[in-house]
């Protein structure tokens, strides 16, 4: 079955940094999208994304966030200047519609020092 | 917002036994889904339920959109059922997921 692929599974980076996690969605879906998870707190929306542009966006994803569909395949999201309070778990998901299902990949663990 | 609140937040079983899961939301949404976090932290979809009742094996969920309300259904439950189980609501194109249920399964 398909799956979508993230990586890497786990990234610590020291606090100011830049970094960049990547998601591989299921080939035919065309909505992606992002959510964080504090450790011990549940899932956050961050942001959708469709045709090549952000279709939605929480509170949470502001002017230190954004995403990029690179080429075909990857689906990326740049966290700017890394704050201690941006270390979670963060969650690519695909879905092949908005009224189907959407999947998840099994994350990325950001840890920032 | 919406608000997405879940009951009970934690629930302890012995295998075997069945137990239903509740998911509460403040206003009309779109789409609903279930998913399991196991111990692992992935996030597994179980179901797709914006209204309706569906069976998967052991599992069931039935949503009621003119209620503001889905349940899930576990049915002799084993150890590998524990985790926290979401659920996650559409509206306006964003998306809110529940406080979760914790479910613990002795053997």
């Known amino acids: 079955e398909p799956e979508v692929t993230q990586t890497p599974s786990h990234q610590v980076t020291q606090m100011g940094q830049e970094v960049i996690l990547r998601c591989v969605p299921i080939?035919?879906?065309?909505?992606f999208y992002w959510y964080r998870q504090i450790l011990g707190q549940k899932v956050e929306f961050l942001v959708s994304f469709y045709n090549n542009e952000i279709s939605e966006k929480s509170e949470i994803f502001d002017d230190q966030f954004s995403v990029e569909r690179p080429d075909g395949s990857n689906f990326t999201l740049k966290i700017r200047s890394t704050k201690l309070e941006d270390s979670a778990m963060y969650f690519c998901a695909s879905s092949e519609d908005r009224a189907q299902p959407q999947h998840f990949g099994d994350g990325t663990r950001l840890s920032i020092l | 917002g919406i608000q997405v609140e879940q009951s009970p937040p934690d629930l302890i079983l012995q295998e075997g036994a069945n137990s239903t899961l509740r998911c509460n939301f403040s206003d009309s949404v779109n789409n609903l889904q279930w998913f399991h976090q196991n111990p692992w932290g992935q996030l597994i979809n179980l179901f797709y339920?914006?209204?309706g009742t569906k069976q998967n094996g052991r599992l069931s969920a039935t949503t009621v959109a003119t209620e503001r309300y889905s349940l899930l259904y576990i049915s002799s439950s084993q150890t590998t059922d524990s985790g926290v189980y979401f659920c996650?609501?559409?509206?306006?194109?964003?998306?809110?997921f529940g406080t979760g249920t914790s479910l613990t399964v002795i053997p």
């Open positions: 996650a609501v559409e509206r306006g194109n964003q998306f809110y």
């Open positions: 339920i914006p209204s």
């Open positions: 080939s035919n879906h065309l909505y």
